[in-house]
C-alpha cells in the first residue's frame, strides 16, 4: 500500500511542484534582473517583499481552503458541491484581495519608521505600492489553481505558470531597464512585469478551466444560483486558520530581514539572495505538501482511516529525501549561486555562509510545510495555528535576537533563530497529525 501511495504522490506532486517552481522562478528572476541595477535596489526588493509578502500569504492561506473541501467532496464522489466550493471561494477570495491590497498600500508608509537605510526606503515604497494591486488578479488565479489541485487537474495551472515566466521575464526587460520605447523604471518595473504576468495567469486559468470538457461536470462557470453562506463559513474556517499560520512564518521571516536591515544594507542584499535561493527548495516541499493534503483529503471523503495515515506519511517521507537532497546541493554551490545575483564579493561572502545554515534547516523546513498540508487534508486547523505562532514568535524569533545582539553572532545568530523555528514547528506538526489521525472522526 505504501509503495503505491508513493507513486500516486509523485505523480501529483510533479505538476504541482513544477507550477510551485514556475511561481518562484518568477521571483527569482526579479531579483536577479533587478540586482544588475545595484545593491540598493536589491535591497530595496528585499525590505519590500518581506512586508508584501507577509500580506500575500494571508491571501494564499485564504485560497488554500478551496483544495481540501474540493478534494473531500471529489473523494465521497459529490461532483456538484466541488463547483458550489469554486464559486463561493471566488466570492471570499476577491473580497478578501481588495481587502489586502488596500493593506500593503498603507504599509508601504510604515517602512520609512523601520529604521532601514535612508538610501532604501523611497524606491521600496513605491515598488510595494505596485506589488499590492497584483494581489486581486493572483487570488482569482489562486482560486481556480485550488480547485483544479481538488479535482487533480493539475496540468494546466503548470503549462500556466511556466509561460507566465516568459511573459515575466519580457515585461522586466521592457520596464526594469527601459525597452521599446518605455523609460527605464528600475526596481518599479519588476513590479509592474509582476502585475502584468500575474494578470496574465488569472486570465488564462479561469478561461482553460470554463472550456475544458473534463470540467464541465463539476460547473466551474460562475454560474451563481445564490450566496451559500454555510459553504463560505467552512472556507473561512479552513481559509482564515491556514492565512495565519502563513502570516506567522512568513512575519517571522520578515522580522528578520528587517532586525537584517539594522546591520546594514550588504547583510539585507545577502539576507535576500539566501532567503531566494531557500525558497526554491521550499517550493517544492509546498508542492509535495499540496499533495499531501489533496491526497490525504481524498481518503476523508472516503472516509478510509488507514489510508489517511499512509497518504500523510508517505508525503512527509518524500519530502525529507528531497530536502535532504537540497540541502547538499547548498553546500556544495554556496558560493557559485549567489554570484548569480550579484558581483559584489562581500555579499556573496555571507551569502554561502548562510546557505550553510539553510542547508542544516531544509528537513525541518519541509517536514513543518507537509505537517500543515496534511493536517489541513483532515480539516485539523485551530492547533497547527496555535503551534506555528509559538515555534516563530515564542521560540525561534526571541533566540534568534538574542544570539544576534546578545551573543554578537550578527546575521548569523537570526537565522539560527529560524533553524531553532522550524525545527520546533516540524516536531509538533508531525507528533499532532500523528496523534489526530489515529482517532480520525467522521470530517465530510
Not at 536591515?261 to 517550493?283: E, V
Request: glycine residues 8%; charged residues 10%.
Amino acid at each position: 500500500m505504501f509503495k503505491n501511495q508513493v507513486k500516486k504522490t509523485i505523480q501529483l506532486s510533479i505538476p504541482i511542484v513544477t507550477g510551485q517552481l514556475g511561481q518562484l522562478m518568477m521571483s527569482v528572476v526579479d531579483n536577479i534582473m533587478v540586482g544588475k541595477v545595484g545593491a540598493h535596489a536589491l535591497a530595496a526588493a528585499s525590505i519590500a517583499n518581506a512586508i508584501f509578502t507577509l500580506i500575500m500569504v494571508v491571501g494564499f492561506g485564504l485560497t488554500m481552503a478551496v483544495t481540501p473541501l474540493t478534494a473531500i467532496a471529489f473523494g465521497a464522489g459529490k461532483d456538484e458541491e466541488c463547483g458550489v466550493v469554486l464559486r463561493q471561494g471566488i466570492i471570499v477570495n476577491l473580497v478578501s484581495g481588495f481587502l489586502l491590497c488596500g493593506v500593503v498600500l498603507f504599509l508601504s508608509q510604515t517602512i520609512q519608521y523601520l529604521n532601514q537605510p535612508e538610501e532604501i526606503v523611497a524606491s521600496a515604497a513605491i515598488y510595494m505600492n505596485v506589488l499590492g494591486f497584483s494581489i486581486i488578479p493572483m487570488m482569482i488565479f489562486q482560486s481556480y489553481r485550488q480547485f483544479a489541485e481538488g479535482v487533480n487537474y493539475l496540468k494546466p495551472a503548470m503549462l500556466i505558470m511556466l509561460f507566465a515566466n516568459i511573459v515575466n521575464v519580457f515585461a522586466n526587460w521592457i520596464f526594469i531597464y527601459g525597452n521599446l520605447g518605455v523609460p527605464p523604471l528600475g526596481l518599479t518595473g519588476a513590479g509592474v512585469a509582476t502585475i502584468s504576468s500575474r494578470i496574465f495567469m488569472a486570465v488564462t486559468l479561469m478561461i482553460v478551466i470554463m472550456r475544458s470538457s473534463k470540467m464541465k461536470r463539476f460547473d466551474p462557470t460562475l454560474n451563481y444560483r445564490k450566496i451559500n453562506f454555510p459553504m463560505i463559513r467552512r472556507l473561512l474556517t479552513i481559509g482564515i486558520p491556514a492565512g495565519f499560520q502563513y502570516f506567522f512564518e512568513v512575519g517571522a521571516f520578515a522580522a528578520s530581514a528587517i532586525m537584517v536591515g539594522w546591520m546594514g544594507t550588504t547583510p539585507l542584499a545577502a539576507h535576500q539572495i539566501a532567503l531566494n535561493l531557500a525558497s526554491i527548495s521550499f517550493m517544492v516541499a509546498m508542492g509535495i505538501s499540496s499533495a499531501g493534503t489533496i491526497m490525504v483529503s481524498n481518503a476523508v471523503g472516503r472516509k478510509d482511516v488507514a489510508g489517511t495515515r499512509v497518504a500523510g506519511f508517505c508525503a512527509t517521507f518524500l519530502c525529507i529525501i528531497f530536502m535532504a537532497s537540497a540541502g547538499l546541493l547548498f553546500i556544495l554551490f554556496r558560493f557559485f549561486l549567489p554570484s548569480l545575483y550579484i558581483s559584489d564579493s562581500a555579499i556573496i561572502e555571507i551569502s554561502a555562509n548562510l546557505l550553510i545554515i539553510v542547508a542544516f534547516f531544509q528537513i525541518s523546513d519541509g517536514t513543518q510545510a507537509v505537517g500543515l498540508g496534511i493536517l489541513r487534508g483532515i480539516t485539523d486547523m485551530k492547533i497547527p495555528t496555535l503551534i506555528t505562532f509559538a515555534a516563530y514568535w515564542l521560540i525561534g524569533l526571541p533566540c534568534g535576537y538574542l544570539l544576534a545582539f546578545k551573543f554578537n553572532m550578527g546575521i548569523y545568530g537570526i537565522w539560527y533563530g529560524l533553524l531553532i523555528s522550524l525545527t520546533a514547528s516540524a516536531s509538533l506538526m508531525m507528533m499532532r497529525f500523528n496523534a489526530k489521525s489515529k482517532n480520525m472522526i467522521d470530517l465530510s
